[in-house]
């Protein structure tokens, strides 16, 4: 456990984390603060957050973590987060005990890290960065231990799919919502190809007259050139057979008029 001489004793029992045991559910506050006065009803309702799943509060969250996160902040972004109250000023002083220079512009110095390289140490040993798709943690019972092959195969085909779904939201040029983007690919696993292939298939209906145009909106997608025989002919052999179909059906009222 870290060190924390040299600060008053409320602060130094804030931000040491002790975990509280569970079976006390009023060790939440565990601060030697003003909230140690906090009537019973209020004690009972931040010990019922933990069962009745409601969102967490700052009061609870281990103070490494609001640490780090003060950490990754500007100085000027400390100051401001640090005056919002009585706690956050504690974590204030503890990342910035000196003073701080109040002429620096809110926006100087600021490092726009991504969140993945942020949690790269809390991803545990089940999980391993993506290579193809850098900014995903990929499971390695799924996507093996590297990307390389036969096992990183895997990881190959899901960039495919990341990249078919940024290129089907480019498709559309007006700024409108695009009725036939790919769904995001993201937790669905090898399912995501048969989502795919019911899009182009919704875009093909729409295109009952000429296929050509639906042709050259989908042929340089990975997904429509995957499988044994690819999408292409799959598709147009359903063409096929849904058009009679189709308009055996527009012609329901016709039939049971002249009772055919």
């Not at 110095?109 to 809390?122: C, E, R, S, V």
């Not at 048969?194 to 639906?214: Q, T």
């Not at 997608?221 to 499988?227: E, I, P």
């Not at 999408?231 to 329901?252: D, G, K, T």
Request: proline fraction near 5%.
């Amino acid at each position: 456990m870290r060190s924390f001489e040299g600060y008053g004793e409320d602060t130094a029992k804030y931000l040491q984390y002790e975990p509280a045991n569970e079976e006390d559910g009023t060790q939440l506050l565990d601060m030697k603060s003003d909230l140690k006065e906090s009537s019973s009803a209020q004690r009972a309702s931040l010990a019922s957050f933990r069962n009745e799943d409601l969102p967490c509060i700052i009061n609870k969250m281990p103070a490494e973590i609001i640490i780090t996160i003060v950490r990754e902040l500007t100085p000027c972004m400390r100051v401001c987060l640090g005056v919002t109250c009585k706690f956050m000023y504690q974590y204030f002083k503890y990342v910035n005990p000196k003073l701080v220079d109040l002429s620096e512009k809110a926006g100087s110095g600021f490092q726009n890290k991504p969140l993945h390289m942020l949690l790269n140490t809390w991803i545990g040993p089940q999980y391993r960065h993506g290579v193809f798709i850098p900014h995903h943690f990929l499971l390695k019972s799924v996507y093996g231990q590297s990307y390389k092959l036969p096992a990183g195969e895997k990881e190959f085909d899901l960039a495919k799919r990341y990249i078919d779904h940024l290129e089907s939201i480019k498709q559309d040029k007006t700024g409108s919502i695009y009725p036939f983007v790919l769904p995001n690919p993201c937790n669905k696993g090898d399912s995501w190809n048969e989502e795919a292939l019911e899009v182009m298939r919704e875009d093909l209906k729409s295109r009952i007259h000429d296929v050509n145009p639906w042709f050259h909106c989908w042929f340089h997608f990975h997904v429509f050139c995957s499988g044994k025989h690819g999408y292409y002919e799959h598709l147009l052999e359903w063409r096929r057979a849904w058009i009679p179909e189709m308009v055996w059906s527009n012609y329901s009222e016709w039939r049971e008029m002249i009772g055919f």
